[in-house]
């Protein structure tokens, strides 16, 4: 879905995807940074990149290997926690990142919805960012879940809401069906 349009850049209700996931996250969390690369369409939206620092190994570790390091270089003054999610999931709890920094300190966090793990929504310790770099450095398996039964992880329930479609907070919009699903629910919200 988006074509040549990154996948959280394509419109919702006139905004962006990404801009829904920001504005869930916004007063949550500090600060917002994206895995992403420069000149991928992301500039516009004034928020820091954290691109990828391995050249051909896409996927969503890469990324949050990228977030880890972001954080790293801020020392003591910054956070020693990355909060994690996908930038096509626009309909998060608004209390998301305070029920997974809520649970385990030493230990990534990932949520629980339904009985099923999302894995790609996570709460990651600095500390797991010299694991993770050697993971990929050995060329280890690359689903981020792989990597969490590895190290070991916790995980964080997060209830059905009725702000998301079939009240799944961990929606995401993959096909132009999910998106047309998304535009409707959020017309019913607005009472448009």
């Not at 809401?161 to 047309?180: C, E, H, I, K, Y």
């Amino acid at each position: 879905m988006g074509g040549a349009v990154p996948k959280p850049l394509v419109p919702l209700a006139g905004r962006p995807l990404i801009l829904h996931v920001v504005a869930r996250l916004e007063r949550q969390a500090a600060p917002l940074i994206l895995a992403a690369p420069a000149g991928a369409g992301y500039d516009h939206l004034n928020l820091p990149l954290a691109p990828d620092h391995r050249p051909g190994l896409p996927g969503p570790l890469a990324g949050i290997e990228a977030g880890l390091q972001a954080l790293s270089v801020m020392g003591t003054a910054g956070p020693d926690r990355l909060f994690v999610t996908p930038g096509d999931t626009p309909f998060l709890p608004v209390d998301i990142v305070e029920r997974l920094a809520s649970t385990d300190l030493d230990k990534p966090v990932a949520a629980v919805h339904a009985g099923r793990i999302q894995p790609a929504t996570a709460m990651w310790p600095l500390t797991v960012l010299p694991d993770l770099e050697r993971w990929l450095d050995e060329g280890r398996p690359l689903a981020i879940r792989a990597f969490l039964e590895a190290i070991g992880h916790v995980v964080a329930e997060i209830p059905a809401t009725a702000d998301a479609p079939a009240g799944d907070p961990f929606f995401n919009v993959n096909t132009p069906d999910d998106l047309s699903l998304a535009e409707a629910f959020l017309r019913r919200q607005h009472g448009a």
